[in-house]
């Protein structure tokens, strides 16, 4: 299988373990005393998961690493917010996208 899904780790202070995620199945979890363990275990998983939706004809969802991303989305928020930013973009001396792109990608990490 050519498994090239978004996987992450993190640590469940609740369960005292580590967490492995799948961000293309959200709903799936794995918990293991080790940060290897949690991913192999997540990957396990998804690996049977996709087998059953192979045998059911049911489509897996795309990889988030194959999907096309045009750059561009559409946010909502209060118009004071837009607002602050307009002027904080105008005082900073830069266009609103690339105030709103820069905070943006600061916070992506």
């Not at 992450?8 to 492995?20: A, C, K, L, M, Q």
């Not at 999907?67 to 607002?83: D, I």
């Amino acid at each position: 299988m050519n498994d090239r899904y978004t996987y992450r780790i993190t640590w469940s202070s609740e369960d005292g373990e580590h967490v492995g995620l799948c961000a293309e199945f959200p709903s799936l979890s794995w918990l293991a005393p080790t940060p290897e363990e949690a991913l192999s275990g997540v990957r396990r998983l998804v690996r049977d998961i996709l087998a059953d939706m192979k045998d059911s004809g049911e489509d897996p969802p795309l990889p988030l690493a194959g999907r096309a991303y045009s750059g561009r989305f559409l946010v909502r928020l209060p118009p004071e917010t837009h607002r602050a930013l307009a002027i904080r973009a105008a005082e900073q001396g830069v266009s609103l996208n690339r105030l709103v792109s820069a905070r943006l990608a600061s916070d992506s990490g």
